[in-house]
């Protein structure tokens, strides 16, 4: 497969960044703290070095690999998102009053409108696992800027302080998915077109 200058430098930085946090989290023993964050960091250090490798030799086990991987990444994001909610309501191990059936109440009401959002989603010319792609992009998009917003509305509710760093994690990974769904729409607006390839060369940036 063909790839730019653009697109390596970028495989290189995400990999140089996910192998990075983890290392801090290792030498800061924030592990066994975010084991899901970790867990998250270290499944994409080794995704990006497998299709790396894979993708210098036929595009085919490059897709096929890519598909095989891409489940993990949707499911990590999920798990993420409930992981800093654990954190930020339950402060000391246990549910604070009054924020458990606030934080449930709008994270569900909020899973059910992303994932009605998501399957209502139909761009021309794309079928298949391509559009279960998009539709997957969409939908943990969408959940994890309405998860942040009713777990920041709980905490707020209930009077919690947020940790600097598990604020910064869920600010974080919220303006990535704010990203991610905006390139989304511009590509539903503009079509998926190699010229509009810039609009993921800035999500990846921001990521």
């Known amino acids: 497969m063909k790839f730019t200058t653009m697109d390596n430098l970028l495989w290189a930085a995400g ?17 066994r703290k975010f084991p899901v964050f970790a867990s998250l960091l270290a499944y994409q250090t080794l995704e990006t070095v497998t299709l790396f490798l894979i993708s210098r030799y036929k595009a085919h086990a490059y897709y096929l690999s890519y598909w095989i991987l891409a489940p993990g990444d949707y499911a990590f994001q999920i798990a993420l998102i409930l992981e800093i909610a654990r954190h930020v309501l339950r ?8 924020a458990r059936i606030s934080f449930l109440l709008w994270a569900t009401i909020g899973m059910l409108v992303a994932a ?26 969408l959940l994890t800027c309405e998860v942040f917003l009713a777990m920041s509305a709980a905490a707020n509710r209930v009077g919690l302080l947020w940790g600097s760093h598990v604020m910064a994690l869920g600010e974080g990974l919220t303006v990535w998915a704010l990203i991610a769904l905006l390139g989304n729409v511009v590509h539903f607006a503009l079509g998926w077109n190699r010229d509009f390839v810039l609009f993921d060369h800035v999500e990846m940036l921001v990521y």
Do not use: E, K, Y
């Open 15 to 31: 990999f140089i960044g996910h192998a990075a946090l983890l290392v801090v989290m290792v030498v800061r023993r924030r592990v």
């Open 91 to 98: 402060p000391t191990g246990t549910w604070v009053r009054d």
């Open 116 to 141: 009605g959002m998501s399957l209502a989603v139909t761009p021309p010319g794309l079928a298949g696992l391509d559009l279960w792609s998009v539709r997957a992009t969409v939908f943990t998009s």
